[in-house]
């Protein structure tokens, strides 16, 4: 009996411990679950799961846009703007020309002889070019395999001219149901549908000129290419938000950005004015402090501020032989007593003339030629560093010149040097949106026609034969070589 019970009391103690064990073991297992449930849950129901965060150091897990093929039919500048934009985001861009042509703009503006233009070059970097006459037989086969292992179709064709191609939505889509058709036009539906629009034609059409100049001026369109390129980066987010869809929906969509909306969207301030009216003068625009009454539409403001803070281009030291010796200076309320001691007016600050921003809205005009008068006995850099100190926002006017030979932004990759084979090295503006892990290389433009062979072969998976008799029958034209490119 002695001995069973020291048995009984080491069994007891068993149990618990094998137990014990077990939940040990247990315990890995269940912290494991989420982890896998996690990979496989759908990110925000786009159809797409969520991978594993990479290992791999910041910048070096491939682009952005890796995987995503663009088939490229546009030219000039909206278009291409876009393709661009996509190009530098890592999606593999096929630019689609004219045998012996090519986009009309490598021959505009040309400041090298017998080189592609900065027009073209600046419009067109990390893109591959395929020579195709779309009208042969041998022509439209080849853009049936394109149309099958791309993406997305970018143009930005008058309008029905990719129809009469013979590339309409219907025809597109039986080929590839997951093809996203992306189109830069003039004018949405409507009235003007028809109508070709070029740059001035969209910032006319959009509401820009009319509220850009001086109240007794004539309408001015802007220097910006807000029409062109403006509408271009507004349809490069439509094509990733029709691909990012796709994920879930498996289909492809069209994708169309209007010329006129684009403009419009990017004077949205504008159209806020002119439901302000309605209910009394806008008392920020300067004509308000000049007693002159408002018409039945947004004006003309000069450099009125369009955001609510009273604002001018003022004149700095060397204005009578340098056209851009001038900075823009704002009036912000939160900074006024800053600006009446930097300028040598603090009396100002308690002056019931000038302490308040409603009592200032009526002598906007005299307190911009005071200012001025400082501004004046100092250069803009100047003007600007004792702004800035004090958070008095300002901002010069930079020349093209100066951004140009800018440090900061060759730095930033904003500004580029590119080496091109036959008009050698030029700047072009680099990727303005700048992502930690997706980094941009800004590479040359293509030569005419310079991938074809690269394309049908790699890409389209022609055989030799197949593309004898594809250059044959003249659909590709005739391809142009690169001469050695130097090394870095």
Known sequence: ???????????????????????????????????????????????????????????????ALSGVRILDFTHVQSGPTCTQLLA????????????????????????????????FT?????????????????????????????????????????????????????????????SVKGFGPGPYEDCKVYENVAQCAGG????????????????????????????????VCALYQRNRTG???????????????????????????????????SQFGQNIPFGDSVPRAGNDSGGGQPGWILKCKGWETDPDAYIYFITQAPVW??????????????????????????????????????????????????????????????SMKELAEEPSLRATGTIVEVDHPTRGKYLSVGNPIKLSDSITEVTRSPLLGEHTDEILSKVLKFTPAEIAEIKASGATGEAAKPKAEAAD
């Open 1 to 63: 009996m002695a001995k069973k019970k020291p048995a009984k009391a080491k069994a007891k103690p068993r149990r618990p411990a094998a137990k014990a064990r077990s939940v040990a073991k247990a315990k890995p297992r269940k912290a494991a679950k989420p982890a896998v449930k996690v990979v496989a849950r759908k990110a925000n129901g786009n159809g797409a799961t969520i991978p594993s965060p990479s290992k791999k150091p910041w910048g070096g897990d491939g682009k």
């Open 88 to 119: 530098w985001m890592g999606a593999d861009v096929i630019k689609v020309e004219r045998p012996g042509i090519g986009d009309i703009t490598r021959g505009q503006l040309r400041d090298v002889k017998d080189a592609d233009s900065l027009y």
């Open 122 to 182: 600046m419009l067109n970097h990390n893109k591959r070019s395929i020579t195709l006459d779309s009208k042969s037989k041998q022509g439209m086969a080849v853009l049936e395999r394109l149309v099958k292992s791309c993406d997305a179709l970018v143009e930005n064709f008058a309008p029905g001219a990719l129809d009469r191609m013979g590339l309409t939505w219907q025809r597109i889509h039986s080929w590839n149901p997951r093809m996203v058709v992306a």
């Open 208 to 239: 820009s000129a009319s509220t850009t100049g001086f109240r007794d001026g004539p309408p001015l369109v802007t220097g910006a290419q807000i029409g062109d390129s403006g509408t271009g980066l507004h349809l490069a987010l439509g094509i």
């Open 251 to 285: 289909r492809g969509q069209r994708v169309l950005a209007a010329m006129q909306d684009g403009v419009l969207n990017l004077c949205r301030v504008k159209l806020r004015d002119q439901q302000r009216l309605k209910h009394g003068p806008l008392k920020e625009y």
């Open 337 to 398: 007593e800053k600006i009446c001691e930097l300028i040598g007016r603090p009396e100002w600050k308690t002056d019931p003339n000038y302490a308040t921003p409603p009592a200032r809205l009526p002598r906007l005009k005299a307190i911009f030629d005071t200012i001025e008068e400082w501004t004046m006995t100092k250069t803009k850099f100047e003007v600007m560093a004792l702004c800035n100190a004090v958070d008095i926002p300002v901002g010069p006017i930079l």
